[in-house]
């Protein structure tokens, strides 16, 4: 499986293993048919300098529902915050 970044710079690809959420355990590939996922950066893209090279260990691979969890607050959420927030038996309201 491969992560196409696209840039005004430049393109690169890097091989993932999964395309599980690493939030909430989705498989879009075991419920689709379709590997489909989206990729959230863990340093907003804002705060990062201009010629900054983006990593796999510099995003999270997440559902699209997680994902836009993740982008309700400003600054976002942390990957371990959305977590916590579906351990079973947790109150979700705020």
Known sequence: MWVTRQSRQHSREESVDSWVCEVCGF???????????????????????????TTLEDVAIVCANCHRIIRVDCPPLTIEEIRQRLQPGRNLAR
């Not at 498989?27 to 090279?53: F, I, N, Q, R, W």
């Open 27 to 53: 498989d879009a590939y075991a419920v689709y048919g379709e590997d489909y996922c989206k990729v959230h950066h863990l340093t907003p893209l804002a705060d990062l300098e201009e010629e900054s090279k």
